[in-house]
Every structure is written in C-alpha cells, then in structure tokens.
C-alpha cells in the first residue's frame, strides 16, 4: 500500500508561492552571462558558490588591461573569494549586480590563506584556460586550508600553514563607497522613479 508522503504539502506550497522562490546561487551554485556585469568590454561572466560555510565563491572575468599590473598573463582572471555575505540573484544580471554592490562597492570580502599563489588567483589568456584554472581553484579548496577553524588544546586557532592574503582586492578595489556614494548610486534612483510614477516632483526641486 502506498503510503503518502507528509511532507507533500510543504513542498507544494513552496513551489506553488512566487516569493518563496531560491536565486540561482542557492539552486545550482553556478551564474553565468555572455555579457557580464563587471567583465571587461561585458565580457563573460562566471561565478560559482564553492561553500556556506562561511560563503567562499569562485569568480571568473575579465580584467581591463590597464588595471592589471601582469599584463603579459593574460586579461583572464579566476579568483577566490572569502565573501562576508551571500551575493545572489533571480537571474544571472541580479547575481553579478549583486557581486558589483558587495564586493565592488562595499568591500565585502576577507583575507584567507594560501599554499600556493594560484590556490586562489589565476590570470590567463583566454576564458577558457581561465576556467581550468577556476575548476583547479576548487580542486584545492578545503576549509582547513584556506581559514582558521581548528582548535589547539588551549582553545586558540590553528593557523593554517602558507601565507595570508587578499588576492581579491586587486579586481575589486580596497575603497569601500561612503554611506552617501551608496545612496546616490543604489537608493536615490530607486526612489526618483517611484516619485515620478507617482506624479511627485525630483528630490532636488523639492529640497532646492
């Protein structure tokens, strides 16, 4: 006799409301887009939810050649990023608008530790050499590793072996936005457009 399943109607429920629905990050792990947000020239954009453990991702762009200090390397970069918070989106454009704002502009990230250069920054000549090297960033991934979690028998962390650094900084700045510069890019503009579907006059007109 087939039993019914109990949790049926939680799992309809879910599915059936709009609002209940995961961003891509949290329902594949990988975002991709043909013309990427933060890419050189809109290139290709990649980026993969390694772990939630914390929230470690692997991002893949390229970079303008005249913010590389290698140029010769390539404009192809995979980086390893220690986030502070989940970055996700409904669709590829909201994933890496999301990167843009917390990473970009608000400096959302953490040093981590590594054995090797290349465990977490690779600069390579094409796309495609750049997500093997992504795919070896990965690989190597192991929590231990990369951050403190382990305890000594007095209670204090064990530093992983290798060196600590920060290789994303170098792609995403070291200057987080102001609270104001977040406004004027982020809120203000959200906010003009509500004014004027409403009929109401710009927010310089009012306070001029």
Request: aromatic share 12%.
């Amino acid at each position: 006799m087939k039993t019914s399943d109990p949790f049926e109607p939680l799992e309809s429920a879910l599915q059936d409301n709009s609002n209940c629905r995961l961003g891509i990050m949290a329902r594949t792990r990988i975002a991709f887009a043909e013309k990427g947000v933060n890419s050189f020239q809109q290139d290709r954009e990649l980026l993969v939810l390694i772990s939630d453990r914390g929230w470690w991702y692997a991002h893949l762009l390229r970079i303008d050649p005249a913010n590389l200090e290698r140029k010769e390397c390539g404009e192809w970069v995979a980086v390893l990023v220690n986030s502070r918070c989940r970055v996700d989106g409904m669709m590829p454009e909201d994933v890496f608008r999301s990167v843009t704002y917390n990473w970009y502009d608000c400096q959302h990230y953490d040093e981590y530790f590594l054995q090797d250069t290349e465990d977490g920054f690779a600069q390579r000549h094409s796309f495609e050499e750049a997500l093997q090297a992504l795919c070896t960033i990965i690989e190597r991934f192991e929590h231990n590793l990369r951050d403190c979690h382990e305890l000594d028998a007095e209670g204090c962390f064990i530093r992983p072996s290798g060196f600590a650094d920060i290789p994303c900084m170098g792609i995403y700045g070291c200057h987080a936005l102001s609270d104001e510069e977040l406004y004027e890019k982020y809120e203000r503009p959200v906010i003009e457009e509500v004014r004027k579907k409403a009929g109401l006059p710009p927010l310089d007109e009012v306070y001029s």
